[in-house]
């Protein structure tokens, strides 16, 4: 596995800040027949880079979890399925104190105007491009370097 890393500038379509659902997005693998979720996922800010809030997709064993737990945001990126494509969601050592609970990680959905954002997917290394979809509308093609 490599990671792929995608920028992207979201704008609003009516121009006004909105809720943006940032799970919706997958790069797709044609070659591999693979759906990737993003791994990581950060917005710049006027003089830095913002981190997305990473959520739990299930409850955790510690109850000192570094990562919150909230079932009421729901996760969209299961909502959108693509036939005989494998869903790739690598799961993450949240807590690294020794006892490890992997877990799947989400985002939390937040409203913005227009955004400046970088994605983090992780890709087969024998791929050389890729297909960005927002849910099930295709944004762009991405080929990699």
Known sequence: MKTIFVKLRMTAKNGKRQLFDINKFSLIDE???IRSRPMDISCQT???????VKLLKHPPKKKNSVLPY?????????EYTFEDYDNLEIPLDY??????????????????KT????????FPKSSTS???YYGDEIVGKVKFK
């Open 31 to 33: 070659t591999h027949r």
């Open 46 to 52: 006027f003089t830095a880079f913002e981190n997305f």
């Open 70 to 78: 909230n079932p009421e945001i729901k996760d969209s990126f299961s």
């Open 95 to 112: 807590d690294g104190w020794g006892k490890r609970e992997n877990q799947v990680i989400y985002f939390k959905p937040r409203k913005f």
């Open 115 to 122: 955004k400046k954002l970088n994605f983090f997917f992780p």
């Open 130 to 132: 890729g297909i960005l």
